[in-house]
C-alpha cells in the first residue's frame, strides 16, 4: 500500500476586464489517498470536498481520447492508439474492445439516440457505428476519402448526426442516412468540439479559428461568433440547460460562456500560473468542468458564485482530453497514463 496527498482549492474569480489579479482568501482542504497495488484502479478521497477521484487501467498502448457514458454507469472510451473502441465496467474494472479497422485511430465517441456507439475516426477518414450489444461495426466514408482530422459529433433533435473535422471542415449524417455530407469551415482549419443546445441549435468550437460557430441546420452554413479575447483557441464547447454554450479555451487558460438570448459573453481566467482549458463538460447541476493540463487536474466552475474547485489528478501527468458524465460522475479520459479517470460527488 502506498500514500499520497491531495489538494482540492477553491478560488473565487472575476470575469470583470480589471487588470487586478488578486483572488479571494479561501481554504485549502488536504487530505490522505491510498492506493493499493493489488487494485486495478487508483482512489483519492477528499472527506472536506464530498468527492472521491478514481483512476482505471485500461489495456498498455490504449491512449484513451474519449469518454462516453451510459445511464448505468458503463464507460465506453476511444482507444486511439490502439484503433479500437473500449467499454470499462467500473464496478468490477473488467474492460473489452471492439476493433475498429485497419488504420483506425479513433478520436470523439457518443451514444445515439438509438443507442449505438458513434465514433469520429480520424485514421479511417470516416463515421464509424458500433452497435453496443452485438459489437457490429458499421462505417460510413467521408466523401473527400482524403485527410479531415476528425474530432467530435453530436446529434441534433432530429437526429442527424453533426461533426468536426480540424482539417477545415464540418458536416452531418442524415437520420437513417448512408451518404456523409460536408462544408468548408469559415476559417479554414480548426473545427474541433460541437455540442447541442435543449433547443436543438449546433454549434462547434474552432481552435484554430478562434471562434465558437453557429450551424444552419438547413442550409448546412456556419455563422462565426468570436470571443472577446484573440487568439484564444476556442477548443471545445457544452451547452448548459439554459442554452448557454460554455467553452474552454486552451491558449488564454479560460472558461469562456456564449449567451445566445442576450449576443454575449462572459470569460473568467482558470487559477493557477500557466492554465490550459481542454475539455468541458456541463453536469446536471449547470455546473462547469474543464481539465486544465497547466494544473494536471479537473477543475469545476460554479457559474452562479464565479468559484473554481480544483481536483488534482492521482497520475502525472493525465492529460484528461474530454469529459462526460451522469448524476454525481465526471469521467475523463487520461490519454499520457492509459487511464479512465472518475470524480465521485455526492448528490
Not at 491510498?34 to 477528499?46: F, G, I, K, N
Not at 478520436?107 to 477518414?125: A, R, S
Not at 470569460?267 to 481542454?278: K, S
Not at 453536469?283 to 474547485?309: H, I, Y
Request: hydrophobic share 35%.
Amino acid at each position: 500500500m502506498t500514500a499520497a496527498v491531495v489538494l482540492l482549492t477553491a478560488v473565487a474569480c472575476s470575469s470583470d476586464d480589471s487588470d487586478d489579479d488578486s483572488v479571494a482568501d479561501t481554504p485549502t482542504t488536504t487530505s490522505s489517498v491510498v492506493t493499493s497495488d493489488s487494485s486495478p484502479s487508483t482512489t483519492a478521497t477528499t472527506d472536506a470536498a464530498a468527492a472521491t477521484v478514481q483512476e482505471y487501467d485500461v489495456p498498455p498502448g490504449s491512449h484513451p481520447h474519449d469518454v462516453a457514458v451510459e445511464p448505468d454507469g458503463t464507460v465506453w472510451y476511444t482507444a486511439q492508439g490502439a484503433g479500437k473502441l473500449g467499454r470499462l465496467e467500473p464496478a468490477t474494472g473488467a474492460v473489452d474492445e471492439v476493433e475498429l479497422g485497419p488504420g483506425s485511430r479513433p478520436h470523439g465517441v457518443i451514444i445515439g439516440p438509438e443507442g449505438g456507439l458513434w465514433v469520429t475516426d480520424g485514421g479511417l477518414d470516416a463515421i464509424v457505428r458500433v452497435d453496443a450489444s452485438t459489437r457490429e461495426v458499421r462505417t460510413f466514408p467521408l466523401p473527400s476519402g482524403g485527410n479531415a482530422n476528425l474530432n467530435t459529433a453530436v446529434f441534433d433533435l432530429n437526429g442527424t448526426l453533426w461533426f468536426t473535422g480540424q482539417a477545415g471542415l464540418y458536416g452531418r449524417l442524415a437520420r437513417a442516412g448512408d451518404r456523409v455530407e460536408t462544408f468548408e469551415a469559415p476559417g479554414g482549419q480548426g473545427p474541433y468540439g460541437i455540442a447541442v443546445t435543449p433547443g436543438g441549435d449546433v454549434y462547434y468550437a474552432s481552435l484554430a479559428g478562434n471562434h465558437l460557430a453557429r450551424v444552419d441546420l438547413a442550409t448546412g452554413n456556419a455563422a462565426v461568433l468570436e470571443p472577446p479575447t484573440p487568439s484564444q483557441g476556442t477548443r471545445r464547447v457544452w451547452s448548459d440547460s439554459e442554452g448557454s454554450l460554455w467553452t474552454s479555451q486552451w491558449n488564454a487558460g479560460q472558461v469562456a460562456v456564449y449567451d445566445p438570448r442576450a449576443d454575449g459573453w462572459r470569460e473568467w481566467r482558470l487559477p493557477g500560473d500557466a492554465p490550459q482549458a481542454y475539455a468541458v463538460y456541463v453536469d446536471d447541476n449547470d455546473e462547469v468542468w474543464l481539465s486544465d493540463f497547466g494544473a494536471n487536474a479537473l477543475v469545476r466552475f460554479d457559474p452562479a458564485t464565479e468559484e473554481f474547485t480544483t481536483y488534482p489528478l492521482p497520475s502525472d501527468p493525465g492529460e484528461v482530453r474530454q469529459l462526460h458524465g451522469r448524476p454525481g460522475e465526471v469521467w475523463g479520459a487520461e490519454s499520457a497514463v492509459d487511464k479512465l479517470v472518475v470524480v465521485r460527488t455526492t448528490p
